[in-house]
């Protein structure tokens, strides 16, 4: 039988689609670029004109006036977000913390902000949009003790506050402290944001929150964070936005379309593989953004709400812009007039996406061998047949406190120079198209090469030796969702004590 022969052209375009077959994964949503251009400039500079004009949000001011201090702010962040839509719960957090340290110089009530737009599929699970709306004027300063003796500061330049009482502290919680960048900007992004995405439903359940008392040691944040992790509440980001309103440094360098992603210098850690899904989201949605990953905590010797969040174990990131403006952080200058509204703007659409992104995604497959019961097998050879579900890093933290075999990855050698992964879905298996897998040299910060293999759940890569490169697995939705990636690590070969005869 003769075969109709196919055209070079048609030959040509045939080759083209199986070669260039878009990987699904890598696609856009066009809900998420819908939502993404709601957000509004114009709201943004009316909300940080609102912010500014309560004089003061320190956390020890008066809290009575209701038009000044940090009562009158909390109060109309509230109502505000509460008008946002009938779907979305938006409360007080209330702490009462006790007169400790130089800056909380009285017992004083602490209002956390937190407006929760419930999930549709996966309501348990969590994505943070975070920032702080307290703000501070620390006055005049005495000279740094650093600078003044010659020894390298490391606070931002005038900012030290190694020399100042509790009497300065009590006298500058009334002076003007807009805080319009540091951290208006911020917690107009959470708000703004709070208002569009309240438009649209999500699988994830989205909350979004404005901390008080960051500027009194990251207080409200420590409170909330340890409030979360005594629920067992499952946050699978914290995206916390804090100083993103300058775009030209003081010293004059300019960046008005960088954000600074700081996660932690812990490889594979999962604030580090956080900071990966906002560059690749941010930058695919926002292909003008560069999305800059800081492998660091947070900038050198600095602090921010993000920490409280990674400390009790959940994945967060500080979003911040690299080109801040020391002379007007925690003074009356920090001004609309002294910060760019498009700047906010433009990262608070990186927020949207990857927040939007996550929301509407599967959960990050697990990768941890289930606690076998009875003796386990040693040798890493050894890649155990996992096939429960649920919360299994809890499980395995469990077995290990009660002293059982360390939780290791399903991961292996094959028959022996072959890379063979195992996973299994975390949350509903329904919603998911498939996986893919994850691979880069162990010096690269980014996944070099993406591998979609289809709903297996488990994968050989041959002749991939799995001991010089890294690798991952990610869930994608049949959505064209991508869900965070879970690397395969290894724990750390804990310290082993010998006995020895003596002689
Ligand atoms: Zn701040």
Known sequence: MKLPRLSPACCVSLCLCVAFAPAQEKNVNPKIHEMMDQVSEARIRAILEKLGSFGTRNT?????????????????????????????????????????????????????????????????????????????NLGTRPAAQGAASGEPSIGAPGNTTANMTVADFERNAELPAPGVCDDGSGTAAVMELARVMSQYEFDKTLVFVSFAGEEQGLVGATLQAAKARKANETIEAVLNNDIIGTDVAGNGRTGNSVVNIYSDETTDSPNQALSRYVKEIGERYLPGMKVNTVFMGDRLGRGGDHTPF??????????????????????????????????????????????????????????????????????????????????????????????????????????????????RADGPEEDIQGYAILMRQTTSPYWEQEIYVGKVNTYTLKDVSIDEVKLGVKAIGKNGGESLVTAYVYPARAKAEIETVPQ
């Open 310 to 423: 990674q400390l009790e174990g959940f994945a967060a990131v500080r979003v911040s812009t690299p080109n801040e403006i020391y002379a007007n952080q925690h003074h009356a200058t920090d001004t609309l007039e002294n910060m760019s509204v498009p700047y906010t703007t433009r990262v608070a659409k990186v927020n949207l996406v990857v927040a939007a992104s996550l929301a509407l995604a599967p959960k990050a497959p697990a990768v941890m061998a289930l606690p076998r019961q009875g003796g386990a097998g040693r040798g890493d050879a050894a890649v155990a047949q996992g096939a429960g579900r649920g919360a299994e890093s809890a499980n395995a933290g469990a077995a290990a406190g009660r002293g059982g075999r360390r939780p290791t990855p399903m991961i292996g050698r094959g028959s022996g120079y072959d890379a063979l992964l195992r996973w």
């Open 60 to 136: 020890m001011s008066n809290p009575d006036d209701p038009n000044r201090g940090v009562g009158a702010a909390r109060n109309w962040i509230l109502k505000e977000m509460q008008s946002y839509s009938p779907r979305l719960q938006v409360r007080f957090d209330k702490y009462r913390v006790k007169k400790q340290g130089q800056r909380i110089f009285k017992d004083v009530d602490l209002y956390n902000v937190i407006a929760v737009l419930p999930g549709k599929k996966m309501p348990q699970t969590e994505v943070w949009i975070s920032a702080h709306y307290d703000s501070l």
